[in-house]
């Protein structure tokens, strides 16, 4: 089963609103639990090296998993996948919030995983298939991309505030009730699917590959800096994983009914969205921690300050989503909206790096701050209005899972990466406490080379075909449609 309806016929403005909150849900989720881990680990037991699977379980399932619903996205139905992955993230949430020990949180969080790598590709999905592609869409999309960016920021935030005020617990209790909003409200605001007409079979070999290799794929890249690069959790996996994708590959070229049509990578703008989600995210997940260590390990903010840190950036970001990104891509098109994001997203990071001194006041970080915002809230959107750019419906969701799947693996990589150079020269292995000045040292250098990294991969845009009509589709956009959507975005 798949989407072939018209496009948006009724309650736009409602539905937007509804696969916004979604996206805010999963965005904020990737962030929430940092600041709570101390707490976590001494509330449960963890040790040292283990309590970093309470973000490692939910990366492997959500990154192994996301092609796999993208693909029942496209057999299902969006809105199906849609109720499904929203009940299964909220269920999942409220177990790991009364768990007890650290198996329970580790499977709960994994089966979270589970959850968003469904919610993830139909909420992306319904977005694109009814939203007509040029500046209907772009304006969709910057409302969407505006709860995803906010969502980044606003997990940190949320966490500091929720760890500080109730307990750990609550960064995962206070998703429950959202999610399960999200699929109670689904059947009344989202079109129904529509049954598909071609009727063919599900690519079962393809989608035990693609999952066993995407999930050892990010296994290794986040177990790399806890078990070490030469180990077999680490390079093992990552060299396993990359060989059961290229089987993958293989497999897919012979079959008739494809986990992933092939032809979907003669899509140039797709092909380099997916190439410059990969880096924009690995700038991004590494810097958030990078930011969130600098706050409390080097300044000594407790979780509520380092979370209220994040307030400039949540706030600049969603406005930069709402109110530029759109109007940029009407007058500029993809390739310079994104190059410029990226641009102005890895300036920031860069500004904020030489500030993030031992002594450093919080003004002192506000500009950087403000910059990084500005980029990340103006290219979040613009990387998958360029994902979604000539997808045909049926396909909507698998494009809609790779699209997502960089933006796992990126994040995956960018965290282990940048982790590991500011780590570089720090005495970790004698047991002696690195020195404030060291760990600061080690904190900027990451962050900085973060930034550089968002500035070389800002120019794969201008490898996307020169805009052709992106004014005239601004120019025929419908006034109701309109309307409502700016009801939304204001």
Not at 205 to 228: D, I, K, Q, R
Not at 285 to 306: C, I, K, P, R, W
Request: glycine share 14%.
């Amino acid at each position: 089963m798949v989407d072939t309806v018209p496009r948006t016929q009724h309650r736009p403005g409602l539905m937007l609103a509804l696969l916004a909150f979604a996206q805010f849900i999963v965005a904020a989720d990737y962030n929430i639990v940092y600041v709570a881990l101390p707490d976590i680990g001494h509330a449960l037991g963890f040790t040292a090296q283990s309590l970093q699977w309470v973000v490692s379980a939910y990366a492997v399932a959500f990154g192994g998993l996301l092609l796999f619903g993208g693909r029942l996205v496209d057999r299902l139905g969006a809105r199906r996948i849609f109720i499904l992955g929203a009940a299964i993230f909220g269920i999942s949430c409220l177990v790991g919030g009364l768990a007890t020990d650290p198996g329970v949180l580790i499977t709960a969080r994994a089966v979270q995983g589970l959850g968003g790598a469904l919610l993830s590709p139909a909420t992306l999905t319904l977005v694109n298939i009814r939203f007509e592609e040029g500046a209907e869409r772009n304006r969709a999309m910057a409302v969407w991309g505006a709860s995803g960016s906010g969502g980044l920021a606003a997990g940190a935030l949320l966490g500091g505030l929720l760890t500080n005020a109730w307990g750990w617990e609550w960064v995962l209790f206070i998703l429950v009730p959202m999610a399960l909003l999200a699929a109670v409200a689904a059947p009344v605001l989202l079109p129904a699917d529509e049954r598909s007409q071609s009727g063919g079979s599900f690519d079962v070999p393809g989608a035990l590959l693609a999952t066993a290799g995407s999930s050892l794929l990010v296994l290794g890249l986040v177990s790399g800096p806890e078990a070490g690069w030469g180990s077999l959790r680490g390079v093992g996996s990552i060299g396993a994983g990359v060989l059961l994708l290229a089987v993958f590959a293989l497999v897919e070229n012979k079959t008739r009914e494809p986990l992933i049509p092939m032809r979907l990578f003669g899509n140039r703008s797709l092909v380099t969205a997916i190439v410059v989600i990969l880096v924009f995210q690995s700038a991004l997940a590494g810097s958030y921690y990078l930011f969130t260590n600098y706050m409390q390990g080097v300044l000594g903010y407790d979780a509520l300050e380092a979370g209220l840190a994040f307030l400039p950036l949540t706030i600049i970001s969603m406005g930069a989503s709402l109110k530029i990104t759109g109007v940029l891509l009407g007058k500029w098109g993809p390739r310079a909206t994104l190059f410029t994001g990226m641009l102005i997203n890895g300036t920031g990071m860069i500004i904020l790096a030489l500030g993030m001194s031992t002594g450093a006041t919080f003004w002192q970080l506000v500009p950087g701050l403000v910059v990084w915002g500005i980029g990340g809230g103006v290219t979040f959107p613009a990387m998958f209005v360029c994902a979604a750019s000539g997808v045909a419906p049926s396909e909507a969701g698998i494009a809609s899972a790779l699209a997502s799947a960089s933006q796992q693996i990126g994040g995956a990589a960018g965290l282990a990466v940048l982790v590991a150079i500011a780590n570089a020269g720090l005495n970790l292995d004698s047991g002696a406490t690195p020195a404030v000045a060291d760990v600061s040292d080690g904190l900027r250098t990451a962050m900085w080379i973060g930034g550089a990294a968002s500035v070389i991969g800002g120019l794969l845009a201008f490898t996307l075909k020169k805009p052709g009509s992106a004014a005239p589709a601004a120019a025929d956009a419908p006034a109701q449609q309109s309307d409502e959507l700016g009801a939304v975005s204001h």
